[in-house]
């Protein structure tokens, strides 16, 4: 398994514009996370999949941003209308749950290397 | 919600020992991890402590006081790769099905020669 994959891993586009990330994380792994990270901060929580569903979605999440994992595999992330406050580092990152491995299961993350968005 | 605060940066030697604090309010508490994250690089998992005491992984340990809703990272033996940024996360069992970890500000580290 090469762990968590991000792409594209760099992406430029005009405000306005809609863009689509794509997270596969690791195979055994049924949960799925997708966080956002700026400069200088920590990863925010934007939303989580268990297998396909999508069990909660931070208020930090507007209805330009949607998130999809069909079929319980992949993930895309899809923000419409683009704005300069997008440009971000967006990280998926994936975990066992807790059943599959103790109390530690949805403590671990495995992170991807992150699409970098930046928003003209 | 939840809250961590946790110092923005810290400078040591190399082979020095580093402690990095983080104290936290979150009403279902259920955890507390580390993660370390180098420039242009993705976080990765450190340490988790569930329960009061130390934990021990290999120059790393991490330590936890639940009635003081206070944790630490304690770094021996730095190295200059040990040089990047240090995130603690609370997971809260109380919100959202308490399955996200709520990272702090992060703490950078720079170990000098």
């Given amino acids: 398994d090469t762990g ?43 939303t989580y999949f268990q297998n396909e569903a999508q069990l909660e979605k931070s208020r930090l999440l507007s209805d330009r941003f949607s998130a999809e994992r069909p079929k319980g595999s992949f993930s895309t992330l899809e923000i419409q209308r683009t704005e300069q406050g997008d440009s971000a580092m967006y990280l998926c990152a994936s975990s066992l749950a807790d059943r599959d491995r103790g109390l530690f299961g949805a403590n671990v993350l495995t992170f991807g290397a992150g699409s970098r968005l930046t928003v003209l | 919600g939840q809250s ?31 993660y370390q ?42 190295q200059m790769k040990d040089s990047a940024s240090y995130f603690c996360a609370v997971r809260d069992i109380l919100t959202g099905g308490g399955n996200k970890l709520t990272f702090g500000t992060g703490t950078q580290l720079k170990v000098e020669l």
Wanted: charged letters at 20%; a negative charge; one cysteine or more.
């Fill in chain 2, 4 to 34: 961590l605060e946790q110092p923005s940066e810290v400078t040591a030697v190399e082979g020095a020992i580093v402690q990095i604090n983080c104290t936290y309010q979150t009403s279902g508490f259920y955890g507390l991890s580390w």
């Fill in chain 2, 37 to 78: 994250q180098h420039d242009g690089g993705a976080p990765t998992f450190l340490s988790y402590n569930g329960l009061d005491g130390l934990e021990e992984t290999g120059r790393f340990s991490s330590f936890l006081s639940r009635s003081d809703s206070y944790g630490y990272l304690l770094l021996q033996e730095l």
């Fill in chain 1, 4 to 46: 968590v994959s991000q792409n594209p891993r760099h992406k430029i586009t005009k405000r306005g514009q809609n863009v689509t990330f794509r997270c596969d994380p690791i195979s055994e792994h049924n949960r799925l996370y997708w966080y956002r990270q700026t400069l200088g901060q920590g990863p925010e929580f934007l």
